[in-house]
């Protein structure tokens, strides 16, 4: 590494010399430096570190930073070089697969296999595949494990095969916790040391996931964000991630939290109030003398729903509450020690005396104003006051239900509107339609009288509008809280005493984020109590909260379907939106733990809690919320009492151990993987069939076909859907052909390990519109069999079924999109499915940013109209053959390209080639960000002999 600003230093950590790149240093040069917020200090030590003469970082990007301007717009580019990088097993596989196939490429170029190896830590923990099969039993954790087993072998014996064959390379075994939420008890450091050109360096902890909640780890004090594939893999490899000076949004916390409100609730109102602000694109930390008064959990609890709120991360500080938690889960001393040293050295500690940073905007929150609340039903910022939660499910039902009949003829309320017996019978003729006119509500009165018979252990209920179907305590939001968790045991444990349970209709679940929770809610005996009241243990996993909610009771389902009820779920999960959490579910709450196992008590969210009883006791006495809601100073005793380091270091000394049915899994202990011909969930992708050292270069484009004309905001999902797999599409046809019943077709999503399906998947989602085919929806286009083709020649057929036809051709293929191209979801197929199919450049009108970084990462050259121009300023209606000229390689800023159509008349316009950086230009060059590394590992291994 160079120092060309002078500024190396050391620091003397427990008898060991760390050097640094000091910040105090710099600022002697850059006064400016001490007034950045915390984030943008540790953005600048990152360039500071890794300045290479320009090539990826250069003098003018680390004084771009030290001179922010926090009133500017994000437009300047720089190199980022995270410390780590973390995985789940869903985006994590395809991951590894590439890394495998790479290592047979150097092997054909004349390398060595293990020069293909993670650059830096990375860390895998698979907790995407556990699903919610059984539940409400004391078996159901084992019963669920054996499924998920058995559904996910292929995925897991390629796993085993990767913890032994790469080293900096770990895989957390299933059954153990959730990413994040390991990441923060365990994985996470706050500030690295390693070797760095033979000298011992410290330097922050910061991580990149692929995953969107990686920001969780944001809490603690480490930057991180949540990546597509493509990028994760590059910076495994050691290449920089390209990213735009951020604006910062400074949010600042005062006074503390009232009793008998939760983490939760503040996070809800946080979600609300930034989604308002705007904060997409952006960093907010958080700062304030309310951080005092803040345990850790809280912060990672509202550092993990950054991506809820819009913003690329959500920090906090490192401050002396992070060094507490450090030394409650078990961290070295040594490691601790280091964190509050090298944080007091760089000036990136937060105390009282911290200067006062500058923010691009501002906002603040008074923490006793927080209400107890929840969030949907179908967005994670629709928050509702607790108290409201009655009235406005009232009016989401009315939205749900308009075109229903039952609600066309009229809408009863016994108790509060009085409605007619008349109306009742009418309602009741319809066909399909139950009515209820007793009067047995258990002290509420439910929004309308239209309702299912459902025999649950052959007693009869009715199921309701409202009716909570799925009540799951999940996800690492809140289950890395012991505050939320420790008091939804303590109000199932006072439920309990009281008589009440879950109702039979309620699908109940506990599924935390590590096996810590267990150990304390065991040592505390609230799991006994929990499991009273229905909650018993499923699996350590994200289950509910990701929607593998698992199905719902035969009779349930078939209850919902007989009304159209509009049936709801509770959940401590991050996201609520429509369809995620089950398919017979239309609205879903985000809630804390304790409320979670309240509305399952009840089993309504049609209710208003704070006023109308859960229940009765066993002596027929109305059983409110407040009488077993526990206060603040029941719940910090216990958690007082009964977590403490030694349970940490018990569970995290075992965390790559694994289940028996985990070590009972056989792989091959081979450098190169021995893929499976029969596999269709894993297999070697062709990305690098026939490469050979010497890069192609960024040729002119000649004589290209239009594969497809798209509009404005076209989608990452509607260019590779995750989704379900069509039987009869090019996916489902494959699959077909190989044996697959559609029955255990899986989703696209789960197959990402399987370039075939994935390639044909590529422009198939069902609501994608090529414009060449006038209204229709779906992955079509036209195929041209000569230069004299019109759009009315064109002969229609899947894309994907074009797209080999052309390659038969030897044609080269183009893309032609609108505004906003590539947005959404990070996701690296839709830049892997782009390539598989043939296609040289994509040609839109601008690009979401993470997508052209995607594109240009697999060697797709993203290219851009000028302003205000489009397709249809030039009248293309996908007809016709595109030349793309004076590329020059790469080093020319703008092109020419020529539309010549069937009649031999033609357009000529130039456009914008969008390769920001020298290292994007060689990365194009070389077909992508995967073989530009291949190819200098390659060099180094014929080098050395």
Not at 483 to 510: D, E, F, N, R
Request: proline fraction near 4%; aromatic fraction near 8%.
């Amino acid at each position: 590494m160079s120092d060309i600003f002078n500024v190396k230093d050391t620091l003397s950590v427990a008898g060991k010399e760390h050097a640094y790149y000091s910040l105090p240093k710099l600022t002697e040069t850059y006064e400016h430096i001490k007034t950045l917020p915390f984030c943008m200090k540790v953005v600048l030590e990152n360039l500071l570190r890794n300045e290479d003469g320009g090539q990826s970082v250069g003098k003018n990007h680390i004084e771009a930073v030290a001179n922010w301007d926090a009133g500017a717009e994000a437009s300047k580019e720089i190199a980022f070089m995270p410390a780590r990088v973390v995985l789940q097993d869903f985006t994590g596989v395809p991951s590894v697969v590439d890394l495998a196939a790479m290592r047979d490429a150097v092997v054909e170029l004349g390398g060595k296999a293990e020069q293909i190896n993670p650059f830096i830590p990375s860390e895998l923990v698979v907790d995407h595949s556990v699903q919610v099969d059984a539940y409400g039993r004391e078996d159901a954790l084992d019963l669920n494990e054996k499924i998920e087993f058995k559904r996910n072998n292929e995925r897991y014996e390629f796993l085993h095969w990767g913890k032994q064959a790469f080293e900096n390379f770990v895989v957390v075994p299933p059954a153990t916790g959730i990413v994040h939420q390991v990441n923060l008890e365990y994985l996470a450091r706050v500030v690295m040391a390693a070797d760095v050109d033979g000298e011992l360096t410290a330097y922050p902890d910061t991580v990149f996931g692929t995953d969107s909640h990686t920001t969780m780890i944001n809490g603690i004090g480490v930057l991180g964000w949540g990546v597509g594939g493509i990028e994760a893999e590059a910076a495994m490899l050691g290449q920089p991630s390209s990213m735009l000076i951020p604006q910062v949004v400074g949010f600042e916390l005062k006074g503390k939290l009232t009793e008998g409100v939760t983490a939760t609730d503040l996070v809800l109102r946080v979600v609300e109030m930034l989604r308002a602000h705007g904060v997409v694109g952006k960093f907010v930390e958080f700062y304030g003398e309310g951080l005092h008064s803040m345990p850790l959990a809280d912060r990672a609890t509202i550092a993990n729903m950054s991506p809820e709120y819009g913003a690329t991360c959500g920090i906090f500080p490192i401050d002396q509450m992070a060094i507490d938690y450090l030394r409650l889960s078990g961290r070295d001393e040594e490691q601790i020690e280091l964190v509050e040293k090298y944080a007091k050295a760089q000036g990136l500690w937060h105390d009282a005396d911290t200067p006062a940073a500058t923010y691009s905007s501002k906002l603040e929150l008074d923490l006793s104003s927080v209400q107890p609340a929840l969030a949907g039903p179908n967005l994670p910022q629709q928050r509702i006051n607790l108290s409201d939660m009655h009235e406005k499910f009232g009016e989401t039902l009315e939205k749900m239900t308009k075109d229903r009949k039952s609600e066309v003829e009229g809408k009863v309320r016994f108790d509060q509107e009085g409605g007619e017996q008349e109306q009742a019978e009418h309602l009741a003729a319809e066909p399909n339609i139950e009515v209820d006119t007793s009067d047995d509500n258990a002290g509420y009165a439910p929004a309308n009288n239209v309702f299912s018979n459902v025999s649950i252990d052959d007693k009869q209920h009715k199921l309701r509008d409202g009716s909570v179907v799925i009540a799951a305590i999940t996800s690492c939001t809140n289950t890395s809280n012991p505050a939320v968790m420790i008091g939804a045991g303590l109000v199932a444990k006072k439920a309990a005493a009281k008589g009440l349970k879950a109702k039979p209709w309620v699908k109940t679940s506990l599924a935390p984020g590590s096996k810590v929770v267990t150990d304390y809610l065991e040592k505390t005996h609230l799991m006994d109590e929990l499991e009273k009241t229905g909650f018993y243990l499923v699996g350590y996993g994200c289950t509910t909260c990701i929607g593998n909610s698992g199905p719902l009771s035969e009779e349930i389902e078939k209850g919902i379907e007989e009304n159209d009820l509009v049936a709801a779920a509770v959940l401590s999960g991050n996201r609520n939106f429509e369809g995620r959490i089950h398919s017979h579910v239309k609205a879903s709450y985000l809630a804390s733990p304790p409320l979670v196992v309240a509305y399952a008590l009840a089993g309504t969210v049609d209710i208003d809690l704070t006023t109308h009883p859960l229940g009765q006791d066993q002596d027929g006495n109305d059983v409110f919320l407040k009488d077993i809601w526990p206060t603040s100073e029941e719940i910090n005793e216990l958690i007082a009492n009964n977590i403490d380091a030694d349970m940490f270091r018990k569970n995290y000394g075992e965390v790559f151990d694994g289940s028996a049915a985990w070590n009972a899994i056989s792989s091959a202990d081979s450098q190169l993987y021995p893929w499976d011909e029969g596999s269709t969930y894993i297999k070697n992708p062709p990305f690098f069939d026939g490469m050979t050292m010497e890069p192609e270069g960024i040729p002119d484009i000649e004589g290209a076909r239009i594969l497809g004309l798209f509009g404005d905001s076209i989608t990452t999902d509607h260019i590779s859907p995750a989704g379900n797999i069509d039987p009869d599409s090019p996916a489902g046809k494959y699959l077909q052909e190989r044996g697959v019943m559609e029955a255990d077709f899986n989703s696209y999503g789960s197959r990402r390990g399987n370039d075939a399906v994935m390639t044909r998947g590529t422009f198939a989602n069902i609501r994608i519109k090529n414009t060449m085919m006038g209204g229709k929806e779906g992955g079509y286009t036209y195929y041209f069999k000569d230069d004299s083709a019109t759009l009315q020649d064109g002969e229609e057929m899947p894309i994907y079924n074009a797209a080999m036809k052309y390659k038969e051709d030897k044609r080269p293929l183009v893309v032609l999109g609108g505004s906003e191209y590539g947005s959404g979801s990070s996701r690296d197929w839709a830049a892997k499915g782009t390539i598989l199919l043939g296609v040289k450049a994509v040609l839109t009108s601008s690009f979401e940013r993470i997508h052209r970084s995607n594109l240009v990462g697999m060697g797709v050259l993203p290219l851009t109209f000028k302003d205000g121009q489009n397709a249809e300023t030039y009248k293309l209606d996908g007809s016709e053959v595109l030349s793309i000229t004076g590329l020059d390689n790469g080093e020319s800023k703008t092109a020419t390209v020529t539309a010549t159509r069937a009649d031999g008349s033609a357009e000529t316009f130039e456009v914008n080639v969008g390769l920001q950086t020298p290292k994007e230009r060689e990365y194009v060059r070389h077909g992508g960000v995967l073989h530009y590394v291949l190819r200098q590992l390659a060099a180094e291994s014929k080098e050395a002999g």
